[in-house]
């Protein structure tokens, strides 16, 4: 850390003085019992949801701050802001952090804090490996952002592609934080995924067929099948590769019998299903917020469940358009690029029954909305754009330029981060009670938009005239520097865009309007019918349900009495209680991937008896659960006006 540079040792200081402050701020209004109580030991699927969100806004800010930094390197020919080595840190953490450490958490936010209420559910399948699963990404996220502190980040780009990776050619610890980071939330990823498919099948509320469940509810259905599914594909891929740099085995090893083609087949059987598991709840919720701002029914619901289900069939044929060039053969090239083609098929669909439901609906352009049309217009030209690449003759000449830069930026920004900021202002007074302001939220999507094509549009043309990707400088003569200073423009005002939010995050906590109603936007599904934020048992009694749209049905017919509860019925509530051990499993991890990232074998295994023992001691236990009593539940109904 000390040969860095001034750069690396600012960010180093401010990382300091933020902890410092944080310190500082707890212990003067003596909240760390508060902090240990109701957040660090939480089992309750809301407040890991909140935890997640929280954790996914950070890191857009670290992953936007690496953009930023790459875009100014770009911005002019033959720019020395950055040294090459700088430069290549910087695209691996922005890739591997938007896509693991952000997209992913944002997702999984939104699951918890939906799903269970949205099914009728008080809790999801498995609450203790929920709050396992968030504390694996959390001290995951911390190690891989210690990396350039300690020993210097990853280089290698966030495909991690042997031989580059190999320890003959990467000996500095940068791979191995990538590696343990990466394998560690991916354990955590794979417990999500199962938890909520478990919970999602086993605890929807009495009446909620398959068929009456939300289309948000199903997204999440066809997110969890691709992760449990490929998943365990990159941790193989990644164990077999820290093998190779720690243990001193060949997998990958051409020279010792390896072969690097078999790392990126694995690592794209996960890569591109990768995309599908960000995107899928992105369209859940687009879903949602059309028909509850049309004030209609979703336009084909079927159809919508069967393209949802199809795309997560259809994500595992597509892995190897990911190397084209790379001498797979003619009939290999043309199974992927027809199965990658067949993938526009699905989501074309979606995209029409949004537009039908729209058609002839009260359209109401709240701030989910105008985030759900921004979307369209961009996830056509990304869908579009897609297409072009899937021809494999023609991805000859668009393969690792920056026509592939922009294109899935513009489907991953353009879809999965607008779905995301969609539900996030959707069912933030779901969260917290209260809207986030509409006229800052304003001003933050309109320039997050410009800026969004100003930086991306001119990067298709740069493709065109043969920018490679992963550059890091470029001589004058090129003729590339009009269109990347324009791009950098653009890039500069989405980062203000993104400042608008955070200002309007601020501005809303003491004026935005509060939410009494618990259902502000006139909502369709089960958890508009709690209070906002919703008890922690979230439903008293548990609804039995005869219709899709349950809640709007009610409305329209004058029975939302039906869901309200009874004093004379209430029963007391079996709930999960706290526990320290996902907490103390998350750390002893973080010190089982530092003794490994520096080959202290002592201390990773150390660390692993030690999650081996908080194991064996969670299943010996016996009561885990506590019984909420009925004054308690008498007593937070009335308060919220429900009795």
Request: some cysteine; glycine content about 8%.
């Amino acid at each position: 850390m000390w040969n860095e540079g001034p750069m690396i040792w600012t960010s180093d200081v401010l990382i300091l003085l933020t902890s410092v402050g944080i310190i500082g701020v707890l212990t003067h209004f003596k909240k760390w019992k508060w902090l240990w109580d109701e957040w660090l030991t939480t089992v309750d699927h809301k407040k890991i949801g909140i935890m997640y969100l929280i954790a996914a806004l950070l890191m857009m800010f670290r992953g936007g701050v690496d953009a930023l930094l790459m875009r100014t390197q770009l911005a002019v020919p033959n720019n020395h802001l950055l040294t090459a080595e700088h430069y290549d840190q910087i695209f691996t953490t922005h890739g591997t952090i938007m896509i693991l450490f952000m997209a992913m958490p944002f997702i999984f936010a939104m699951f918890n804090i939906v799903v269970p209420l949205q099914i009728g559910a008080r809790d999801v399948a498995f609450p203790y490996l929920n709050a396992i699963s968030f504390w694996l990404f959390f001290f995951a996220a911390l190690l891989f952002n210690l990396s350039f502190v300690f020993g210097g980040s990853p280089d290698a780009g966030w495909v991690s592609y042997p031989p580059l990776t190999e320890l003959g050619f990467d000996k500095g610890p940068g791979e191995n934080f990538y590696l343990l980071a990466v394998q560690i939330t991916g354990i955590g990823s794979i417990g999500t995924g199962i938890n909520f498919l478990a919970t999602i099948f086993k605890m929807r509320a009495p009446g909620m067929k398959l068929m009456k469940m939300p289309l948000f509810t199903w997204s999440v259905v066809a997110a969890s099948i691709v992760i449990i599914a490929a998943f365990p594909a990159l941790a193989i891929a990644l164990a077999l590769l820290l093998l190779d740099r720690v243990f001193g085995t060949h997998f990958f090893t051409m020279l010792h019998g390896g072969d690097p083609m078999m790392f990126v087949n694995l690592f794209w059987i996960w890569g591109h299903p990768e995309v599908y598991i960000v995107i899928l709840p992105a369209f859940g919720i687009f879903s949602e917020v059309v028909a509850t701002f049309s004030k209609k029914r979703i336009f084909g619901y079927s159809s919508m469940v069967a393209s949802l289900l199809l795309i997560s069939v259809i994500s595992y044929f597509v892995w190897a358009h990911h190397f084209f060039t790379m001498g797979a053969g003619a009939n290999v090239n043309t199974f992927f690029a027809v199965a990658s083609m067949m993938v526009a098929i699905p989501t074309g669909v979606k995209v029409f029954n949004w537009l039908f439901t729209m058609y002839r609906g009260r359209v109401t352009m709240s701030l989910p909305m105008w985030w759900t049309a921004s979307f369209v217009l961009n996830f056509l030209m990304g869908g579009a754009t897609g297409v072009m690449l899937a021809v494999a003759p023609a991805d000859y000449q668009y393969h690792n330029s920056y026509f592939l830069i922009a294109h899935f930026h513009q489907t991953l920004i353009g879809g999965t981060v607008y779905g995301l900021l969609a539900g996030m202002y959707y069912w933030w007074p779901k969260m917290f009670g209260f809207k986030l302001d509409k006229k800052l939220g304003m001003w933050a999507m309109v320039l997050f938009n410009i800026g969004f094509y100003v930086c991306f549009m001119p990067q298709y043309a740069l493709g065109f005239m043969g920018m490679q990707r992963r550059m890091y400088t470029y001589p004058a003569g090129m003729g590339w520097g009009t269109l990347n200073f324009i791009s950098t423009i653009g890039a500069y005002l989405m980062g203000l865009g993104f400042l608008f939010i955070v200002i309007e995050v601020i501005y809303s906590i003491k004026y935005g309007e509060r939410d009494l109603t618990g259902d502000p936007w006139n909502g369709r599904t089960l958890e508009w019918s709690l209070p906002s934020p919703a008890p922690h048992y979230n439903f008293a009694v548990i609804p039995t349900v005869t219709e899709r749209d349950y809640w709007w049905e009610l409305k329209e017919n004058n029975r939302t009495h039906e869901l309200r509860p009874k004093a004379e019925t209430l029963k007391s509530i079996e709930m999960p209680k706290n526990s320290a051990r996902p907490f103390l499993m998350g750390v002893a991890f973080f010190f089982a991937g530092f003794g490994f990232v520096f080959h202290w074998l002592i201390l990773g295994f150390a660390a692993l008896a030690i999650v081996a023992a908080i194991m064996i001691h969670r299943a010996l236990e016996v009561h885990d659960e506590y019984a909420v009593p009925v004054d308690e539940i008498l007593e937070t109904e009335a308060a919220t006006g429900r009795l």
